[in-house]
């Protein structure tokens, strides 16, 4: 359970993010909308405790970010938006690693990597430098290293950029398994077609302020619009 | 031409860089320049000093003069030629913006042409800056006008071109016929081993005997070195030839200068016009992945993380630490220049013309200075840019659940120890060389470990407090601001450690010259703890600051 209170982040005189107030339950898919600049970035490095709130608390599955950032992180899985790895290591090495750091049991550990690198179609490649893959296979490698470590937070910035559609649908299975475990899922995306989709609520950030927040049908209701695309439109106009 | 159309880019980059520094930005750069000019100042004084030396030398002053420039001349063409093999090959192949410029309606031979500027202007330009004070030297020396300035000018031009494009072609040539990613780390691997081999040939030939013509047997073999051309096949011997006629008013010179601009001429329309067919097959070939393949068993790091669960995180980064280190091509180039260094350093030292027992011993002690200068350098190399290389990977440990005191340790501890043996080896080899006594051997090996030590934690903490993660190469680290300012702290710390300990070794050398002094050993042990502990605070305090600052990035 992510609960977000009074969140303000500052950048000098620029207000990235205005008194933001959110809850996402466990077990639900919140995705977060916003054009670009809006705040959304800049809201899920702080709920992954990589920036720090200007004002405001985070408070993951009990505790705080801010207060408790070691214990907070060991629930929290977060995949950037671009999957800046490390390209000298090897996918194999760089998930033994993940696992390493969350305290993962080794044989436990061996067999979800050889599970999960079977799963997106990189069991061959698990000996090759990540310097050597493409930003699709990066991006497989970082979901594998979330997905093994069972969070109780994921937070994704743009989840599925260069990934084929074949692994764009293992992503989106995965992400409902996932929240069937009681996991709670926040994700910025820019295509609202899947946030229409897999999301339970959505919640649309402009100029750093929540414009509107709840399940798509209310969204579109409240501009009367058929389409989550047109509502986005006239909530960012 | 669409070439000068790319190099209007480079100069509104230039321009913008310039006219967008304001306030403190505009600070650094105006420190950089000073700090930049008082260098040059510094070696201009030290030029006029040589010059004038050899100035005095009757009969053959003259003589001596312009063999030295050959020789300056010939050093600088081998090493511009050298760093053009390696930097050619990441400029024409690697360059950020290729993509957009091979997917743009250009001609191969035009990128190219853009490409060879880069590589002339990158691999040169510290070592024809370095020339001017040398060429102003020359003119103060010889009461020359600056029409010699103007001709060193014009005629250096098609030097440096000429000695970068022997790089150009080669790179061009063998990523035609190997057009791998890994012919680029080779060429890292040669570049650096010639680099190296330069270096140590240079200091191996004695150019101090040049200064000492009483060493050579025989007059007449010197006054025929001296006259000889300095490899009068190779653009540098023109470049003397060119100053040497100008200086003494020959007209001549101009038939030099048309031979430097003639051949550069040729040479850049064949390798120009071999890129046209060379270039876009090398270019594509370069962006081949690295084909390396890692074991699947785990490290010994790994199977330690296990055994010690208590250090558990330590030992998975010290893990990670060792294969990024270790597969890093650029790593490898720095320990072999690394170990060439050591090479020249306790050379050099063997060959010092000390007869005294007692003067070899003082300079033992004063070797602490110059071998912890050499481990500052090598601690902001390592060290001070080891948190700024974790770049756009940092988030990978800023999110997890990771102590930052345990980041610092797995990167203190994997680059301390070699850079304590390789103080050793600079103040140990040195101390065997010169003979040192019992007492000077104890006390330099004693105080170079803890200098390094703290050298050590001090590289870590100020690379820390000035973190740049977006930085595209090492160098940008190395020579920014905070790279600048570690390099002040740590001159600082080791003067005021080599002056806290001058007191106990003065005492040893007068009761060494005079039997009836008495050595207070009082005063050793007070030195020596003084000494300990505030290199044990300057550590602690900067440690704190380090991991407090580390802990508050915001990435």
Not at chain 1, 124 to 152: C, E, I, Y
Not at chain 2, 154 to 173: K, N, R, T, V, Y
Not at chain 2, 200 to 226: C, G, H, Q, S
Request: aromatic share 16%.
């Amino acid at each position: 359970m992510i609960e977000i209170k009074n969140l303000v982040k500052k950048f000098d005189s620029f207000t990235a993010v205005n008194n933001l107030n959110l809850t996402v339950d466990s077990g639900e898919i919140f995705g977060f909308l916003g054009p670009n600049g809006a705040g959304k970035t800049t809201t899920v490095k702080m709920i992954a405790g990589i920036m720090f709130p200007t004002l405001g608390e985070i408070i993951v599955d009990g505790i705080n970010v801010s207060k408790n950032p070691y214990e907070a992180k060991k629930k929290i899985a977060y995949i950037p938006d671009e999957p800046f790895v490390y390209p000298n290591l090897t996918a194999r090495e760089f998930l033994r690693l993940i696992a390493d750091i969350y305290e993962i049991d080794r044989k436990q550990a061996d067999k979800s990597i050889e599970e999960y690198l079977s799963k997106f179609e990189l069991l061959d490649r698990a000996d090759k430098l990540l310097g050597s893959f493409s930003h699709g296979m990066k991006q497989k490698v970082m979901v594998a290293g979330v997905l093994m470590r069972n969070p109780k937070v994921i937070l994704f910035d743009e989840p599925t950029v260069g990934l084929d559609p074949k692994s764009v649908k293992n992503f989106k299975e995965m992400i409902v398994s996932q929240t069937k475990k009681g996991v709670s899922v926040f994700m910025c995306t820019h295509i609202l077609e899947m946030a229409e989709k897999i999301c339970g609520r959505v919640g649309i950030i402009y100029e750093g302020k929540m414009v509107s927040c709840g399940p798509v049908e209310e969204i579109l209701r409240v501009k009367n619009k058929n389409s989550l695309e047109d509502a986005f439109l006239e909530f960012t106009k | 031409m669409k070439v000068f159309i790319l190099f209007r880019r480079k100069i509104l980059s230039l321009y913008n860089s310039f006219s967008s520094a304001s306030g403190w930005k505009a600070v650094k750069n105006i420190i950089f320049l000073l700090v930049g000019l008082s260098l040059i100042s510094g070696l201009y004084i030290s030029f006029v000093r040589v010059l004038k030396y050899l100035h005095s030398v009757e009969l053959i002053g003259e003589i001596l003069i312009w063999k030295l420039t050959a020789m300056v001349f010939l050093m600088s063409f081998s090493m511009i030629m050298i760093s053009s093999v390696v930097i050619a090959i990441n400029t024409l192949y690697y360059s950020f913006d290729l993509k957009f410029l091979a997917s743009s309606p250009l001609k191969p031979q035009d990128i190219f042409a853009d490409k060879c500027a880069d590589t002339v202007f990158y691999s040169s330009w510290t070592l024809m800056a370095a020339m001017i004070p040398y060429v102003f030297a020359l003119m103060k020396t010889m009461n020359l006008g600056f029409g010699f300035f103007a001709v060193f000018t014009a005629a250096s031009l098609p030097f440096a071109a000429l000695a970068s494009f022997f790089g150009i072609a080669l790179s061009l040539f063998t990523m035609y016929f190997f057009p791998s990613s890994k012919t680029r780390d080779v060429f890292w691997i040669i570049g650096s081993l010639s680099v190296a081999f330069v270096y140590a040939a240079f200091r191996m030939a004695k150019p101090e005997y040049l200064l000492r013509p009483d060493t050579l047997e025989i007059v007449a073999k010197y006054i025929n070195f001296l006259q000889a051309p300095t490899a009068a096949y190779l653009p540098s011997w023109w470049l003397t030839k060119t100053l040497t006629s100008y200086a003494a008013g020959k007209t001549v010179f101009i038939l030099w200068l048309f031979l430097l601009y003639g051949f550069f001429s040729a040479f850049y329309y064949a390798v120009i016009k071999s890129a046209s067919a060379f270039y876009l097959k090398g270019l594509s070939g370069a962006q081949n992945g690295s084909s390396f393949s890692g074991s699947p068993y785990r490290s010994w790091e790994e199977k330690a993380a296990e055994k010690f669960k208590f250090k558990k995180i330590f030992f998975c980064l010290l893990s990670k630490e060792r294969k990024t280190f270790f597969r890093e091509i650029k790593h490898w180039s720095q320990i072999i220049l690394i170990i060439a260094l050591v090479f020249v350093y306790v050379f050099s030292v063997k060959n010092l013309p000390l007869d005294s027992p007692d003067m070899k011993s003082f300079i033992c002690f004063l070797n602490i200075g110059a071998a912890g200068f050499v481990v500052s350098a090598v601690a902001l190399r390592f060290l001070f840019t080891s948190i700024s290389l974790e770049g756009n990977s940092f988030w990978i440990l800023k999110s997890s659940p990771i102590k930052t005191e345990d980041i610092f340790y797995a990167k203190l501890l994997f680059y301390c120890v070699p850079t304590i043996f390789l103080s050793f080896l600079l103040t140990g080899l040195s101390n065997y060389f010169l003979g040192a006594d019992r007492f000077i051997f104890s006390i330099s090996l004693f105080a170079i470990t803890v200098i390094t030590f703290t050298l050590c934690v001090l590289g870590i903490s100020f690379g820390a407090i000035y973190p740049d993660f977006k930085v595209e190469n090492i160098h940008q680290v190395e020579s920014s601001y905070g790279g600048f300012l570690f390099m002040a702290f740590s001159m600082g710390y080791i003067a005021l450690s080599v002056a806290v300990l001058a007191g106990p070794v003065q005492m040893h050398f007068m009761s060494r010259f005079n039997p009836a002094y008495i050595f207070e050993k009082k005063w050793l042990w007070i030195s020596l703890t003084f000494f300990f502990f505030f290199s044990f605070i300057l550590s602690q305090i900067f440690w704190k600051i380090g991991l407090n600052k580390a802990e508050k990035y915001e990435i």
